[in-house]
């Protein structure tokens, strides 16, 4: 079965790039451009794993971490941000806000497929664990 990754992006231009190249990898890509979107498909159906863009038009991005890490059947998921903001006081609003890592703009294919690898067989290992061996 293949590992639906959801992809929150205000940009079509980003959001085709990213969704091509997940498909290319194997993966199922779902794409949301806003955050009520990204809320959607969340709750519909969720994903493996969140690509998630911090700055979505006058939305910011970081609420959807910040939810996820509140919903028990979503707080494993891993999120990694995309983001363009190197600012050393926006990276620790990302990081606290749950994301996993930060995968700067514009996106070395390289490095995010090293983070997805990462993130998403840290996810499988605890699922096999359980969450109460973790506690
Ligand atoms: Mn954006």
């Known amino acids: 079965m293949k590992r639906r990754i959801l992809v929150v992006e205000d940009n079509p231009l980003n959001s085709e790039l990213l969704g091509d190249w997940l498909e290319m990898e194997g993966y199922e890509a779902v794409i949301a451009s806003n955050l009520k979107a990204g809320f959607a498909a969340l709750e519909s159906n969720a994903p493996q794993a969140v690509l998630l863009d911090i700055q979505l038009g006058s939305e910011d991005g970081l609420?959807?971490?910040s939810w996820m890490r509140e919903q028990p059947?979503?707080?494993q998921i891993p999120v990694i941000a995309v983001t363009a903001q190197a600012m050393v006081s926006e990276q620790e609003r990302i990081v606290n806000s749950g994301c996993k890592c930060i995968v700067s703009k514009p996106v070395d294919f390289k490095v995010l497929r090293q983070e997805l690898e990462f993130?998403?067989?840290?996810?499988g290992a605890d699922a096999?664990?359980?969450?109460?061996?973790?506690?």
Do not use: D, H
């Open 63 to 65: 609420t959807l971490a």
């Open 73 to 75: 059947g979503l707080c």
């Open 119 to 123: 993130w998403l067989g840290r996810a």
């Open 128 to 135: 096999v664990k359980g969450v109460a061996s973790r506690e």
